[in-house]
Every structure is written in C-alpha cells, then in structure tokens.
C-alpha cells in the first residue's frame, strides 16, 4: 500500500481543461501560468488577488520557459517558438517552424542552468516517435535523440550534475550525466520504472524539491508522487480529488512551498472526475521546492 502523504489541497481554478499542463510560476509577477494544450490557450493566476483568467488563444503552447527579461517562451505547434507578453502578445520570434515537426508539436519544455532550453516533441500521427531537442541562447536547436513515445517532465538533481527526463509511454523517468558548460546529456538509465499495474497511471509532468526528491504526476493515476532523488524509491502520494489524469506540478509562491498542478480530460467530466482540468494548489508540511531556471534565448523581432 502507498505511504500516504497528508496535503491541504485547494482548488483554484477549474475551465475544464482538455489537457491542462505546463504550470509555471512567475516569481517578478507572483502569478501562475499554465495552458491548455489543444484548445490553444493559455490562462493566469494571481496569487495576491486570487483572481485567474485566459489570457492567451492562439496556436497550442505545449510547453514554455520564463525568459530572463520576464516574457514567457512559447513552444507551439509545428516546431514554432515565439516570446510573449501578458497584455502584450507575441513580442519576438526564435524559430517560426521545424520542417520535420510540422504535423505535430512541442510537449513539455523546461531551462536549463546556463539559459538554454530542453523541448521535447510529440510523436507525428501515424508516423516516428517523438524528439528531444536543446535550445542553445543563440536560437541554435539541436535534435539530441528521438524515438520517443511521448516527451514530457525534465529536472535536475540538486548538484546539477544530472538530469532528469520522462518518456510517459514506456512509464519510464531516465537520468543523464548533465554537462552544464555544453549543456550535453549521456550516459542515460532508467532510474524510475512505474509499474504496469492498477492505479500507477503514467508518469506525466514533474520537478525536484530542494532535497532533490522527484514529485511525479500520474497521468491516469489521479495523484502527484514523491520519488527518493537517491535511489528512485516511492517516498509516498498524494491523492487528487476528482481527478484521474494529474499532468503536471511545479513549486511556487515567494517560499517555494506551494505545488502547483494541473490536470486534465474536463471534456470527460463525470462521477470521480468532477475536477478534472481544474488547477490546484497542493501545500505538503515540510516540503519546498526552488526557482526555476530562465531561459536566456535570443529572440529575434517579429
């Protein structure tokens, strides 16, 4: 039986996501953003106010970084890239598309220590599997490996010597060996298998606290779990009312003592489901995070 672990869990906004993912925290605006993939929007929640709304629709955003200068990184359908401002809209243009990613698009981002950006893509329909990419500050983007069932959380272990990265179809988290003067990833493992069982789901959306332990959404397992960052072990869970796919969880607020998360499928509300594609917030005693890293990519205008 998993160790459960006791959490105030709150609801804070729920439009019935399709597939609500990519939380992140804005620390300069004390605002949360996260998006809904397929319908092409992104939405803002402001902590001080406890007001929330859409404030993006335009092409899907699979995934996006907090820029340096405080604009957010979009990573969109056919492999484009464009900075974005609340209240301002497209501010600048990295990459307007990837040939080999026009059918398809980006799911799941993050930044690495050095401002550049790992963006992992979505397998084509009904052809190869998904990639990873790396996104040096100059714009240059480097295909790192490809045969991925579905790329999705990225994270680092405290040193930042490593590197953590889930491909959710196989139920598989990988460490790498993390160069951060290149921003090179070898020697991958399996460092958490999920079971093939009922009630695991698949690991979706994650990130690491300050004591380098793994917090993992489940999609289809409708809890966040907490992974030891020394051996891979289950530490415990935390159960998500109402929901059944948890895509994806991020620290935040001034402390870092808040998880974000997000959920998904409110186009499939129902009986053990009456959450889902809502946002919320999870406080765990004892449990902090740290700040994201910015990216620092060189946009261009446009």
Request: net charge negative; with cysteine.
């Amino acid at each position: 039986m998993a160790n459960h672990i006791d959490a105030n869990i709150e609801l804070l906004a729920d439009y019935a996501c399709h597939t609500g993912e990519g939380p992140l925290y804005h620390p300069g605006e004390d605002r949360v953003y996260w998006t809904d993939i397929p319908n092409g929007k992104l939405f803002v929640y402001d902590r001080k106010t406890g007001e929330h709304r859409v404030c993006y629709e335009d092409a899907p955003v699979g995934g996006f970084t907090l820029q340096e200068d405080g604009s957010l990184l979009l990573f969109q359908a056919r492999g484009a890239i464009r900075a974005w401002r609340d209240g301002q809209g497209y501010v600048g243009t990295v990459v307007e598309e990837i040939a080999d990613e026009r059918e398809t698009r980006f799911n799941d981002v993050f930044a690495d220590t050095a401002g550049r950006a790992f963006c992992g893509t979505m397998p084509v329909p009904n052809g190869r599997k998904g990639r990873l990419y790396r996104l040096d500050t100059d714009g240059t983007l480097t295909l790192l490996f490809e045969g991925i069932g579905c790329s999705n959380g990225m994270g680092f272990t405290p040193d930042r010597k490593r590197m953590y990265y889930t491909d959710t179809s196989p139920r598989q988290i990988y460490r790498f060996d993390y160069d951060g003067d290149t921003g090179a990833i070898t020697n991958r493992e399996v460092f958490i298998q999920v079971p093939d069982a009922p009630g695991e789901g698949y690991p979706d959306g994650m990130t690491v606290d300050a004591d380098g332990n793994l917090w993992g959404a489940r999609w289809g397992g409708g809890c966040l779990v907490c992974h030891s960052g020394e051996d891979g072990r289950e530490l415990g869970r935390i159960q998500i009312p109402g929901v059944k796919d948890v895509s994806c969880v991020v620290f935040g607020g001034p402390d870092y003592d808040e998880m974000y998360v997000t959920t998904a499928s409110g186009h499939k509300k129902g009986e053990g489901a009456e959450n889902a594609g809502a946002l919320f917030r999870v406080k765990a005693p004892g449990v902090r995070g740290v700040p994201e890293y910015v990216s620092r990519v060189a946009v261009g205008k446009g």
